[in-house]
Nanobody, 124 residues
Framework: VQLVESGGGSVQAGGSLRLSCAAS????????MGWFRQAPEKEREGVAA???????TYADSVKGRFTISKDNAKNTLYLQMNSLKPEDTAMYYC???????????????????WGQGTQVSVSS
């Protein structure tokens, strides 16, 4: 199983970026897929998740600005990030796992597979 992120970069506040995560070695549609981020000296936090039934979950800090989606035919996960803020600066990771009914989709503990990350930097 391999997850490869792309699309990170440097933008000014208010700008947009679209992250992609190409998956191989398994079927995207059967897993809960998530985006996480980690800033220097901070814990990894869940940003957004999309489950096998296409239900989505967002962290409060990104609601209304970020949109998670997936293309099962391409086995690819996306994160559209609009109205970026300096506090969005972090390494962004995609992840795949199986979620139980009571599991929090933004809990990194449910994710078995992780990508290497792509850096997002937002300047003020």
């Amino acid at each position: 199983v391999q997850l490869v992120e792309s699309g990170g970069g440097s933008v000014q506040a208010g700008g947009s970026l679209r992250l992609s995560c190409a998956a191989s070695g398994y079927t995207n549609s059967r897993y809960c897929m998530g985006w996480f981020r980690q800033a220097p000296e901070k814990e990894r936090e869940g940003v957004a998740a999309i489950d096998s039934d296409d239900s989505t979950t967002y962290a409060d800090s990104v609601k209304g600005r970020f949109t998670i989606s997936k293309d099962n035919a391409k086995n690819t996960l996306y994160l559209q990030m609009n109205s970026l803020k300096p506090e969005d600066t972090a390494m962004y990771y995609c992840a795949a796992g199986r979620r139980g009914f009571w599991d929090d989709p933004l809990s990194h503990g449910i994710y078995k597979y992780w990508g290497q990350g792509t850096q997002v930097s937002v300047s003020s």
